[in-house]
Structure formats: structure tokens, C-alpha cells
């Protein structure tokens, strides 16, 4: 005999913690290091940033993906923001934002 319904489960929306970015786009010299790699080289602080967050070293090279990255980073991380945001944090401060993700993902690691 089969039972009636009677209650039909519930969607769980947001997320049951958030956290922060470890470091702001501009504190850039909080990491020596990491500010004179993105600042002299920045194309690899990009494929170490890859790496440390398990992708293939080469992927920066193609379109889009920093902000993938950046997005990826802050979705697994449960930080609040916007693919907008990332975007334009990417456009205007991008070796500002390359060095806040180095510092973000070697923080997390």
C-alpha cells in the first residue's frame, strides 16, 4: 500500500556561512612578492594562481578565464560578490585583482 505525501521538501537558499576576501584588491605591498611578481610579471602570477587552485597552468592564456578563476574563488569560498564586480575589478585594477587572488588562494591553501 502506498503512503500519500504529505509534505514536500524545502529548497535552502544562500548559504549557511559567508566569509570575506583575506585582503582588499589594493593591499597590494601586504605581499612583497606576490606585488613584484604581478607587477613586473603578471602573466605568471596568472598561471601560478592556476596552478595553486588546480587548474593547468596554460589556462590563463585564454579568454575569460581569470574572471572564471576570480568567480570560482569566491563561489568556493562562499564570498559575497558579483561576476559584475569581478569584472570590473578585472578590467580596471587587473594586477591589483591577480595580486589579491595569489593572496587569497595561498591564504587558503
Not at 80 to 97: E, K, R
Amino acid at each position: 500500500m502506498a503512503y500519500p505525501v504529505s509534505s514536500q521538501p524545502q529548497a535552502v537558499q544562500g548559504y549557511a556561512s559567508s566569509s570575506q576576501w583575506h585582503s582588499d584588491v589594493f593591499d597590494c605591498c601586504e605581499d612583497v612578492g606576490i606585488c613584484l611578481c604581478g607587477t613586473f610579471v603578471p602573466c605568471f602570477l596568472a598561471c601560478k594562481i592556476a596552478s595553486d587552485y588546480g587548474e593547468c597552468c596554460c589556462l590563463p592564456f585564454l579568454g575569460g578565464t581569470v574572471l572564471a578563476m576570480r568567480t570560482g574563488i569566491r563561489e568556493r569560498h562562499h564570498i559575497p560578490g558579483s561576476i559584475c564586480n569581478d569584472c570590473v575589478c578585472l578590467t580596471f585594477c587587473g594586477q591589483c585583482t591577480l595580486c589579491q587572488l595569489a593572496r587569497e588562494v595561498k591564504a587558503r591553501n
